[in-house]
């Protein structure tokens, strides 16, 4: 249903990598399209390889250094770089930076119900356990 | 494709009221789900009343101050607010401060090719009309 959503409405979820704001997920407005997410990776930290099976990605860096994965390519991201990501395709995020880091992340189709989110970690298989294994050490 | 989109590579778009930054589209990602745009207002501009028939939409503030109508609601948004919009749902946005705003515009689903965004003016249509007229000079 469609509604204003101030920061103040923005429900936070703390992890010890960082924190999601849940801005739209199905459960809050109803979508059936759309999953935003507010996130702050905190530095030396990140979202590991991993893929959502049957939506599609677009991750814009609000501020801070992001070390992007897409698949086995790499770019370093800042401030108005972002990346796109096809539903299947493992990616993972890492910051690289002094700083927090903040990302629009935004998800879709949703899936029905709760946060609309569905995510596979591929973290621990190869190739990515080893590629996140040779990562220069920030 | 699943590709990195650096800031550079957004193509801009400009309009007598302000500037897309197309960011994801079919045509330039091949994302079947999600359109997302950089949009600037300037200031006593705006996105007059319309509506997308089959697309919801985010739209979340990044700088400077909108007042954002959905049907016949209002309120003024600052930088960390947004509204979601339900597909079908009559909006506007007009920039009320001194400065260019800038949003991060996302909708989804894409249409097919192109842009992937679809719209319908109803800005001459009642009771949009006479809502915009009756506005308080900004």
């Not at 509604?3 to 059936?32: L, M, N, Q, Y």
């Not at 979202?47 to 992007?68: A, L, N, T, Y």
């Not at 390519?73 to 395709?89: F, H, I, K, T």
């Not at 899936?111 to 190869?126: F, I, K, L």
Request: hydrophobic share 35%; with cysteine.
């Amino acid at each position: 249903m469609s509604r204003f959503v101030k920061a103040g409405d923005v429900r936070h979820e703390t992890f010890d990598w960082g924190r999601i704001g849940w801005r739209c997920t199905p459960d809050t407005t109803g979508s059936t399209q759309l999953v935003v997410m507010d996130v702050a990776i905190e530095p030396g930290k990140g979202h590991d390889f991993h893929r959502h099976p049957e939506q599609d990605e677009v991750i814009v860096v609000s501020s801070g250094q992001i070390e992007q994965w897409l698949e086995r390519d790499r770019q370093e991201l800042g401030p108005g770089d972002s990346v796109y990501v096809d539903a299947g395709v493992v990616h993972a995020s890492f910051n690289v930076g002094p700083e927090t880091a903040q990302l629009q992340v935004i998800i879709g189709p949703a899936m029905p119900g709760g946060a609309g989110y569905d995510v596979e970690d591929v973290s621990d298989q190869e190739p990515w356990a080893a590629l996140a294994r040779a990562r220069d050490p920030y």
